[in-house]
């Protein structure tokens, strides 16, 4: 198969992940049957390889985050000299992974695809997803500027943002950042903005709805919370997208305690619950047990609520305690791995300045060795050979005047260079 083939069908499956950022339920159905038909025949590695990424994106957006990462994996069974298919397989489990609620694995992976995807390549895209999503998963851990900083480095690599999407995404994802922050303006700021793009997709839509309605909660509006978060659920629900409505459930039920409507607190609550044991999304499922622990406490069910909170408290200290050792450890061994890096290029660099100098120090002896050697040749000939002719009357003696000057000609070029490279080094320190 030519180049030109691999190329097309690449382009193909870029699409393809761009249907799938935007949550198009009905497009993505109508199109992964019919392409994944006509890669899976291939014998072609890369193929081969593209055809397991095509499938493992779809089990993700449906879900099935178990077959996801089956067929992720298997990529990497393929032959070495695919980096970007490995790359892109890399950011599949990553997206798998943070769905899932395993923070660390999914930072691991994401930076591994960011090394491994060509940015000048048919999946350039890719590289603001990871940016986007590692923005996300530091926003879940409070690491607040990182989240920026890739915020940031997701709108700035795309640089073909026609239809706003990496826009829309930018001003999104700070928009969940100052949320978290407490910094409630800037976050409607943000949320506002990306609402403001134009013809989006109404699951992409309904992210920012979902932000929007707990910044509402947050704030004690609560009228417009539950308004903005029933409308958010209703799209999720019309759109097949179960796991992201547990989370809007989650925020709308919390807007029922605060207005003290208990039952339907209650109700989805429980389908909360269902939907996160379900996809076992341990972040959500912390999410669920605390506000569970709460209604109990509410209404005076007191041992079940201490039962929900003491599963609350394990469960956090778990994941979150032992992730965010794992990605520190991660970042830490990044960081000495730079300065290892760091370090290299410095001794290298030191080596060859100190060799610079060295030729520099070298040339100019020689010229100033040279320049002396004619200086005193033309001494010798104004005034030495004169007084030799005057006094000695004999050549030979003039001859061994030269041929003592010649002499001289090493040990004043190591004189020079002496001096000079004692000159070099006073500069350097």
């Not at 940015?119 to 986007?132: D, L, N, R, T, V």
């Not at 851990?141 to 700035?156: M, Q, R, S, V």
């Not at 800037?186 to 992409?204: C, F, G, T, W």
């Not at 605390?290 to 929900?308: I, N, P, S």
Request: glycine share 4%; charged share 25%; hydrophobic share 40%.
């Amino acid at each position: 198969m030519s180049e030109q083939h691999h190329s097309a069908i690449r382009r193909e499956v870029a699409d393809y992940m761009y249907l799938v950022a935007t949550r198009n339920r009905a497009g993505i159905e109508a199109k992964a049957s019919e392409f994944i038909g006509s890669l899976e025949n291939h014998t072609d590695p890369e193929i081969l390889g593209l055809c397991h990424f095509v499938r493992g994106i779809t089990h993700f957006f449906n879900n099935r985050y178990h077959e996801a990462s089956e067929d992720f994996n298997k990529i990497f069974d393929l032959p070495h000299d695919l980096p970007e298919i490995w790359g892109i397989a890399h950011m599949g489990l990553g997206f798998n992974h943070r769905s899932e609620g395993h923070l660390d694995q999914a930072v691991i992976h994401l930076f591994s695809a960011v090394e491994l995807i060509d940015k000048y390549g048919e999946f350039k895209k890719f590289i603001a997803y990871c940016y986007q999503s590692l923005g996300e998963i530091h926003t879940t851990i409070n690491e607040y500027e990182l989240a920026i900083h890739y915020f940031t480095d997701a709108y700035t690599s795309s640089v073909d943002d026609v239809d706003q999407s990496a826009y829309f995404r930018y001003h999104m994802g700070l928009g969940g950042c100052y949320l978290k922050m407490k910094s409630y303006e800037k976050s409607q700021q943000h949320l506002v903005m990306a609402l403001e793009v134009k013809d989006r997709p109404l699951p992409i839509i309904a992210r920012a709805k979902n932000d929007l309605g707990i910044l509402y909660l947050e704030t004690k509006d609560y009228a417009n919370a539950k308004k903005t978060l029933l409308n958010c659920l209703t799209i999720r629900e019309a759109n097949g997208l179960e796991d992201a409505a547990s989370t809007t459930m989650t925020a709308l039920a919390e807007v029922y305690l605060e207005t003290n409507q208990l039952e339907e607190a209650r109700q989805l609550l429980t389908r909360a619950m269902t939907i996160v044991t379900k996809y076992q999304t341990k972040w959500k499922k912390i999410q669920v047990l605390k506000l569970l622990a709460r209604l109990h406490a509410t209404t005076g069910q007191f041992a079940q609520a201490v039962d929900y909170f003491e599963q609350y408290i394990t469960l956090y200290d778990e994941i979150k305690g032992e992730q965010e050792r794992n990605i520190l450890k991660f970042k830490n061994a990044q960081i000495e791995t730079q300065k290892q890096v760091i370090s290299d290029k410095h001794t290298q660099l030191a080596a060859t300045l100190e060799e610079i100098k060295r030729l520099k120090v070298n040339r100019k002896a020689v010229i100033s060795s040279w320049i002396t050697i004619i200086l005193l040749v033309i001494v010798s000939e104004q005034f030495l050979d004169p007084l030799i002719e005057n006094y000695a009357y004999n050549q030979l003696l003039s001859l061994l005047a030269k041929a003592g000057i010649a002499l001289l000609f090493k040990p004043i070029d190591g004189l020079y260079e002496k001096i000079l490279w004692n000159k070099a080094i006073r500069k350097v320190t």
